[in-house]
């Protein structure tokens, strides 16, 4: 495991005694968390990223963190015993940074309920497809594989099963005759990359309220 910190010069992401403070975990290229990344540094959302949590030392993501001057918590699972050493290290760390929400953006670990009860309501997940549809791995392909005239993209919180969290935001995507799988993926990421920071911004302005399976958005 390696911990590497880094001035925060590329993106205003400093931390604020009051800021909302968030970390995000990813295991791949990262272009979700460069969404996130992006959208602080052009003032449309008001958090602080404190963290990059990635189980991948070697996974471009990292290198999109260390630009931005975010902190890196990497890891390697088959250096611990269970999921839940790792994770309670994790959480050590999140606990200890104050994080007030975990962003989970293409991470490809089951989480345990090490982390998702204490942070069960303040954990989310970004999902490329319209669930209850298409859960799990593969989803984009296995929308194409049905031949859907509508996919879409949502975000939901984590409760430790397979992509079942309450939802929070979706956003429709249309299935063109045109299209190829390539640019069906292409279209959902894009969605991606404005729902995220879009529904992050919402929760740190406090207008996401939780009930039971119910997610209620205040307007403004």
Avoid at 74 to 101: C, H, N, Q, W
Wanted: net charge negative.
């Amino acid at each position: 495991m390696r911990a590497e910190e880094g001035k925060q010069e590329a993106v205003n992401t400093e931390r604020v005694a009051d800021s909302f403070r968030i970390a995000v975990f990813a295991s791949g290229n990262g272009s979700n968390f460069q969404a996130l990344v992006d959208a602080v540094a052009a003032g449309k959302l008001n958090v602080t990223i404190e963290l990059l949590v990635c189980d991948r030392p070697q996974a471009a993501v990292i290198q999109r963190a260390q630009k931005a001057g975010i902190d890196v918590f990497a890891f390697r699972p088959k250096e611990y015993a269970s999921r839940e050493a790792y994770e309670t290290e994790i959480v050590r760390e999140l606990d200890r940074r104050g994080i007030d929400l975990i962003v989970l953006a293409g991470y490809m670990r089951i989480l345990t309920e090490t982390i998702v009860n204490p942070y069960y309501g303040r954990m989310i997940n970004i999902h490329p497809s319209l669930l209850p549809s298409f859960p799990g791995v593969r989803a984009i392909e296995q929308a194409w594989e049905h031949g859907v005239k509508t996919t879409g993209v949502t975000v939901h919180y984590v409760d430790g099963g397979l992509d079942s969290g309450p939802i929070i935001t979706q956003r429709p995507v249309e299935v063109r005759e045109e299209d190829t799988l390539e640019t069906l993926e292409t279209a959902i990421h894009a969605v991606e990359h404005e729902l995220l920071p879009y529904t992050v911004g919402l929760i740190s302005a406090g207008r996401v309220r939780l009930e039971d399976r119910r997610v209620y958005i205040a307007r403004v």
